[in-house]
């Protein structure tokens, strides 16, 4: 069965330090990849999405994401995080033959201190 | 405009009730859905209908029902609440069967007592 898997619980780090957060799936299919933020008492807002192409995707907020095919993973990166980024993220998966179904890692929590 | 909204957005009640919560989108989507987040942010898919039809249902007890009238409408329906329901229920809708991104509702945080 897919699964997706998170690496980190929850991450703490100051403003302007960088963030690298990891994401791992198990499928050896197709898959369509997202990262989703979900800032506090809020839904879930789309950060970026990997169909295919360039392994190296920008999204909003100064986020970009690798997907590296052979690794099964697609790291969610951003240079420099600010206070306002402190949300949970998911990474997620999308089985283009099974309906849609997105399949979500457990997420991490990310604190930005000031 | 609001794209996928929910209602209502809190919901507290007693356990055996029935209750219903309401989703709409005015994307134009032909795909809804449903998720369930629990207590600890774990998001799981429950149901899925493409245009009216059930497309995706997880392993979710049958005291859940989903109903469509419309594309833009997907309502959920659960009888016999437990304590286990409690959860925050986000409704989503995409395009083309979930192939592009799925946008999500504000979600309906469900407290059964």
């Known amino acids: 069965a897919q699964s997706v898997s998170q690496h980190n619980h929850h991450v703490i780090l100051s403003e302007a330090a960088s963030l690298e957060l990891g994401c791992n799936y198990s499928?050896?299919?197709?898959?369509?990849l997202f990262w989703y933020v979900q800032y506090p008492g809020q839904h879930l807002q789309l950060l970026l999405k990997y169909f295919s192409g360039d392994p190296l995707v920008k999204g909003i907020k100064g986020f970009e994401a690798e997907f590296i095919k052979s690794k099964f993973s697609f790291n969610l990166r951003k240079p420099s995080v600010q206070w306002s980024d402190t949300a949970e993220y998911f990474c997620?998966?999308?089985?283009?033959?099974?309906?849609?179904?997105?399949?979500f890692g457990q997420g991490t929590e990310l604190s930005v201190k000031p | 405009d609001t794209a996928v909204s929910q209602t209502p957005k809190y919901l507290v009640t007693q356990m055996g009730n029935d209750k219903s919560i309401k989703c709409e989108q005015n994307l134009g989507h032909d795909t809804m859905y449903w998720y369930k987040q629990d207590s600890k942010k774990f998001l799981k898919i429950m149901f899925s209908y493409n245009n009216k039809e059930l497309i995706i249902n997880e392993t979710v007890p049958n005291r859940f029902s989903p109903k469509s009238p419309d594309k833009a409408h997907l309502n959920l329906h659960i009888n016999s609440l437990e304590l286990g329901d409690s959860a925050v229920y986000f409704c989503a809708s995409s395009q083309d069967k979930g192939y592009n991104e799925q946008f999500f509702g504000p979600g309906t945080r469900l407290t059964v007592l």
């Open positions: 499928y050896g299919g197709t898959v369509n």
């Open positions: 997620a998966v999308n089985d283009r033959n099974q309906g849609g179904k997105l399949i």
